[in-house]
């Protein structure tokens, strides 16, 4: 079982930046594939962005392409996003989880975080 934990929510204004990060608890991401969610009051849990296991293939929603860039580090125990040019409509929960494939439906993800808030101001 993996256990990912989130880190790096916060608020900030429009324009702004921010990195979350995901570590798996006591285990490394080397044979899974990380995905990052979202989800806003009222709206159903979305796809952000994946990164396979090799750290070679990435996936984004067309929303945050050119503005959001996932990644995973050598040691592949983290997995970033880097979220740049913030808009007020990326304020959500974000949500790392873990799989052994990638999928753009939440219910295919087995492994899920807690949940960091993100709150862009305009």
């Known amino acids: 079982q993996v256990q990912p934990i989130e880190s790096g929510g916060g608020m900030v204004q429009a324009g702004d930046s921010l990195r979350l990060s995901c570590v798996a608890s006591?285990?490394?991401?080397?044979?899974?594939?990380v995905g990052w969610f979202r989800q806003a009051p009222g709206i159903d849990r979305e796809f952000v962005a994946a990164?396979?296991?090799?750290?070679?293939?990435?996936y984004y929603t067309d929303s945050v392409k050119g503005r959001f860039t996932i990644a995973k580090d050598n040691a592949k125990t983290t997995v970033y996003l880097q979220m740049n040019s913030l808009k007020p409509e990326d304020t959500a929960i974000y949500y790392c989880?873990?799989?052994?494939?990638?999928?753009?439906?939440?219910?295919?993800?087995?492994?899920w975080g807690q949940g960091t808030q993100v709150t862009v101001s305009s």
């Open positions: 989880a873990v799989n052994r494939e990638i999928r753009t439906d939440y219910r295919n993800w087995n492994y």
């Open positions: 990164i396979d296991w090799s750290g070679s293939t990435t």
């Open positions: 006591g285990r490394t991401f080397s044979h899974y594939a």
